[in-house]
């Protein structure tokens, strides 16, 4: 029969978480040029739609900016208009654009947002077509496109701009399976949340917009047999805030299991693990305040 006994970490009470692209591959005159591409966009639905047609114009949006933000077309022929530089990109999307699969992200009606990935496979040849036919493009459709596009890179792009804008986060004791509380990881939290674009680490909780409320869930040993102990250790980390009105409270759990020699000391292997899932669980928490921040500012400062 299988011994589970819990880990008391005596030693711990007593002291005291946007866009990448790939490099592009220009290839050669006669070669394809061949490159992967990705990007997010948002879109709301209108009295007259339904979520599938907001869906398909968010894919829309996100297919024009992950073909401009590849600099695809601009490393060949960085001179064209902004009109010229749409309608290829469209037309690229139409032709050229392979693979193509995206997921929604966000939903919480009207908004809709989503992430596209796909790959661009187009020649030399082909892209200098486009440009002859589009290069001198500048109708009012255009220009009009060309607008759409400035607000959704805008959008995309937002970050805060002043000091004003960063909310304060207040890192709370951690507390333990037993009833126990302790400060001993929060250096490691606060290292995990330091240079965060969207919000500072305050030492006084009644100044805090965001609480965060670190666990220890679960924390056992099995012993396998004579030679060999098997650790779970399940952590999980809370967001509450009492001065945002539409903050929603967050959860984030990490779990893990790992295999051990028996003769090895349990308290260093714990430690090391729960460093890594709280690591881990910081990570996720801060994207999931930012998309927060992101989506907030966004309405706020586009609403109709």
């Given amino acids: ?89 469209y037309r690229i999307i139409d032709e050229y654009m392979l693979n193509t699969i995206h997921k ?33 493009s500048d109708t009012v459709e255009n220009k009009e496109l060309s607008a759409v596009v400035d607000e959704v890179k805008q959008k995309i792009t937002y970050e805060p701009q002043k000091v004003d804008d960063r909310k304060l986060m207040y890192i709370d004791k951690m507390s333990f399976w037993n009833g126990d509380e302790s400060d001993y990881y929060r250096d490691i939290l606060t290292e995990a949340f330091a240079d965060n674009k969207y919000f500072y680490i305050t030492d006084d909780k009644s100044l805090a917009d965001y609480l965060l409320q670190p666990r220890l869930l679960t924390s056992e040993v099995d012993e396998i047999d004579e030679k060999h102990h098997k650790m779970h250790i399940e952590i999980s980390m809370d967001t509450l805030s009492s001065t ?51 989506e907030h500012s966004i309405n706020k400062r586009f609403k109709k």
């Fill in 244 to 294: 945002l009105d539409d903050f929603e409270p967050l959860s984030e759990k990490q779990s893990h299991f790992i295999l051990f020699a028996a003769d090895k000391d349990e308290q260093t292997i714990a430690d090391n693990l729960i460093r890594k899932l709280l690591k881990k669980a910081a990570e996720e928490t801060a994207k999931k305040i930012e998309n927060y921040t992101y």
């Fill in 1 to 89: 029969m299988v011994k589970v006994k819990h880990i008391f970490l005596s030693l711990l009470c007593a002291i005291g978480a946007l866009y990448e692209f790939s490099s592009p591959l220009y290839a050669e005159d006669n070669i394809a040029i061949t490159q992967f591409v990705k990007a997010d966009a948002c879109d709301e639905r209108q009295k007259s739609d339904d979520s599938q047609t907001a869906e398909n114009r968010a894919v829309d949006k996100a297919s024009l900016q992950a073909v401009k933000l590849s600099g695809i077309i601009q490393k060949y022929y960085p001179d064209l208009s902004t009109s010229a530089l749409d309608i290829i990109s």
């Fill in 104 to 136: 929604v992200t966000f939903h919480k009606d009207p908004r809709i947002c989503v992430n596209l990935q796909a790959m661009i496979e187009i020649t030399p040849q082909e892209l200098a077509h486009l440009v002859e036919e589009y290069k001198n």
